[in-house]
């Protein structure tokens, strides 16, 4: 168990129509821990990262953060996903306003911050992910890596509690994934809880605290790393990772 819950899930249920995506999840996240989500396509790995900052809503059970119940709507709603960032596969950047703007815009809106010190925490994210020098460009000018993290900081940027990456490298090209991974590395070695739905085995393997193997919609393992890839319990995650291991 972890020692500091920060996200848990209790008996958390999601249909689209009648398909159960998410059945009778459990899943508890403590403060500081990495927790990578892998799984087959259509295993509920995307839909439950999203139920974490209410993207999704459940038809039972219940989802809390730092003790609190996740909110409904409103300012309480605005609030937590300023709590817990999320960074999504297609980054989500706006095409009409420079990376600074990008990076400043929640925290003017949001966090209230004057604009003098939204850009200076911008700049200073933008220099850890490696981009300062591109502040005054926009979005287009950029390539899909430095994209994606201009989209780290700008979640960064809000002070979150814990960030969600949902396939945050499935849209790049190959030379271009591992720029951003080296960001999430770095942000884990900081103790920056995270929750990752990835395709990324190597970055699993190194970055993770625990790996979460879902199919069909349940948690089928949740164990260390080493345990999970060296000595995987269930038939499906062996019929898996012999899958992806091979290529």
């Known amino acids: 168990m972890a020692v500091d819950p920060l996200i848990?899930?209790?008996?958390?249920?999601?249909f689209y129509g009648k398909l159960h995506v998410l059945q009778?999840?459990?899943?508890?996240?403590g403060r500081g821990e990495v927790v990578v989500v892998i799984g087959p396509s259509g295993s509920g790995k995307s839909t439950l990262c999203r139920t974490i900052n209410r993207l999704e809503t459940i038809e039972s059970g219940r989802i809390s953060i730092d003790g609190r119940p996740l909110p409904e709507e409103g300012k309480g709603l605005a609030r937590?996903?300023?709590?817990?960032?999320?960074?999504f596969q297609s980054f989500n950047l706006f095409?009409?306003?420079?990376?600074l703007a990008n990076v400043s815009l929640a925290q003017l809106k949001v966090r209230k911050r004057n604009k003098g010190e939204a850009d200076r925490r911008s700049r200073e994210l933008l220099e850890r992910v490696g981009l300062v020098g591109q502040a005054d460009k926009f979005p287009a000018q950029l390539s899909g890596g430095q994209q994606q993290?201009?989209?780290?900081?700008r979640a960064l940027a809000m002070d979150p509690k814990a960030l969600l990456f949902d396939e945050p490298t499935s849209a790049l090209d190959p030379e271009m994934i591992?720029?951003?991974l080296e960001v999430m590395q770095q942000l884990a070695r900081e103790g920056m809880t995270m929750v990752v739905v990835t395709h990324e085995m190597g970055f699993a393997r190194?970055?993770?605290?625990?790996v979460v193997f879902m199919a069909d919609g349940r948690i089928v393992e949740d164990r260390t790393p080493e345990d999970f890839f060296t000595a995987p319990e269930s038939d499906r995650a062996k019929d898996f990772l012999s899958k992806i291991l091979k290529h």
């Open 95 to 99: 095409a009409h306003k420079t990376v």
């Open 80 to 87: 937590l996903r300023a709590e817990v960032g999320m960074v």
């Open 24 to 29: 009778d999840i459990n899943l508890t996240v």
């Open 206 to 210: 190194s970055a993770a605290n625990r």
């Open 8 to 14: 848990e899930l209790h008996d958390v249920n999601k």
């Open 178 to 180: 591992n720029e951003v």
């Open 149 to 153: 993290r201009v989209a780290i900081a």
